[in-house]
């Protein structure tokens, strides 16, 4: 008897918790809906890396004290994010730099819906968000960290006629064909890249960025990510087509793309030293970390071109370079593509970044392939290393004889970047 008085005593307990403590929240979150009639229209979103990024507009003035939220079911947490408001239209974006707005591996786990929050003097009003992109929803899984991993799905979702970005973040293992990184150990096979000579012996690049990527592998791993090579031997790749070293990166999704390099100019070197390439439109934090940390061992490059700031470089598409590598494609029968002034230059950095770094590669010309990533908007955030020169003797010296220094400063530099513990 007394147990039954126990166990009814459990159940009421319960049946009292859950609807004081699950119901009473869906029931404040739910009330905020309710008053939302009217929505702002979603022109470009995407994930770049580890960050989420979304733009919108409404056709009308809103108050200038007006912010992106994001509320969970008992929580409303302020986006950082920016609004350009005039007479008859208001537009808001999280960040004019790809690799920053949400960053997604801190979400805690949980439901969210992204909201306008317009708040007028004492009035506050919500606004919902509707996709009016040909995009879809989005799926990220969060960079292993303790063995861990979030699964986030950005899905687009019509409630009661009204339309939500709604953000759901679990714990999920990493699936087999997902991965933290790639690796991209430059050249190989019979494409043996820069060559360098010291003490009448030659040194080729591929053989000198495959044995650092090798390196560099093991010792991610021991951070514990999961990291793709492009290549684990000594073989040519394709740029472009199933597995081609620019399609990998986003085949597996990966949330960061390394291309590893080594430079070499005409003539003799007076100087050697790193040159880290980076995306357009970013903050240059990760790119500054990993040159100051290669820099430690072969010095800042002292190429002035391209140059950001010390041993940080972008390579971009000029007026005359988009009208030579059109005329070019011309000579060769071939289609000439929509190149956009300022661009990203290089293949690993351009066509790995997908929409956000302007990709072009569409299968056009068939000589060259197809990326089928060149137009998505979820893509690996790519850079591409120049570890050293070559043919500059202090710096293949170190090439040859400290290439576990290499691996580990890249190492220290995904460690500090990712907060990795
Ligand atoms: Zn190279």
Redesign the pocket.
């Known amino acids: 008897m007394k147990k039954i008085i126990y166990l009814i005593l459990l159940i009421s307990l319960l049946i009292f918790s859950y609807f004081y403590f699950i119901n009473k929240d869906e029931k404040s979150i739910l009330s905020k809906l309710d008053d939302i009639n009217e929505e702002f229209y979603i022109d470009d979103y995407k994930i770049f890396g580890t960050h989420f990024n979304i733009s919108g507009c409404i056709d009308k003035k809103i108050s200038n004290e007006s912010k992106i939220v994001l509320v969970s079911m008992d929580d409303e947490t302020d986006i950082e994010s920016t609004f350009d408001i005039t007479e008859n239209k208001s537009c808001f974006y999280l960040s004019s730099k790809n690799n920053e707005g949400l960053y997604l591996d801190d979400l805690k786990r949980g439901s969210y819906l992204l909201l306008v929050k317009e708040i007028n003097n004492q009035d506050v009003k919500y606004y919902t968000l509707n996709n009016k992109t040909n995009y879809s929803s989005l799926e990220y899984y969060t960079i292993t960290k303790n063995n861990e991993n979030n699964k986030i799905n950005i899905n687009f979702e019509s409630i009661k006629n009204k339309n939500y970005v709604k953000i759901d973040v679990v714990k999920s293992k990493l699936t087999d064909d997902n991965y933290d990184i790639t690796i991209d150990p430059?050249?190989g096979g019979n494409d043996v890249?820069?060559i360098g000579i010291l003490n009448n012996q030659k040194y080729y690049?591929s053989d000198l960025?495959l044995e650092i990527a090798l390196l560099l592998k093991q010792e991610l791993e021991d951070l514990g990510l999961k990291v793709k090579l492009t290549r684990e031997n000594d073989v040519n790749i394709d740029y472009y087509g199933d597995g081609g070293r620019a399609v990998i990166p986003n085949e597996v999704n990966s949330k960061y793309s390394l291309s590893i390099?080594?430079?070499?100019a005409q003539g003799i070197m007076s100087y050697g030293g790193v040159e880290v390439y980076t995306p357009n439109d970013v903050n240059l934090e990760f790119a500054k970390i990993l040159a100051k940390n290669i820099s430690n061992i072969v010095g800042y490059s002292k190429k002035p071109t391209d140059k950001l700031t010390n041993g940080v470089y972008f390579n971009y598409f000029t007026k005359s370079d988009i009208e030579e590598s059109n005329e070019n494609l011309k000579e060769d029968g071939m289609e000439p593509y929509d190149i956009k002034e300022g661009s990203p230059y290089m293949y690993m950095i351009r066509e790995v970044g997908g929409v956000s770094t302007y990709a072009y590669q569409d299968g056009r010309n068939i000589e060259y392939g197809l990326n089928k990533y060149y137009n998505s908007n979820k893509t690996a955030e790519p850079y591409l290393i120049?570890m050293a020169y070559i043919n500059y003797d202090d710096d293949l010296n170190q090439l040859i004889n400290n290439k576990e220094l290499f691996a580990e400063s890249i190492k220290e530099a995904v460690k500090e970047y990712l907060n990795i513990s």
């Open positions: 430059g050249h890249g820069a690049e960025t390099h080594l430079n070499s120049e």
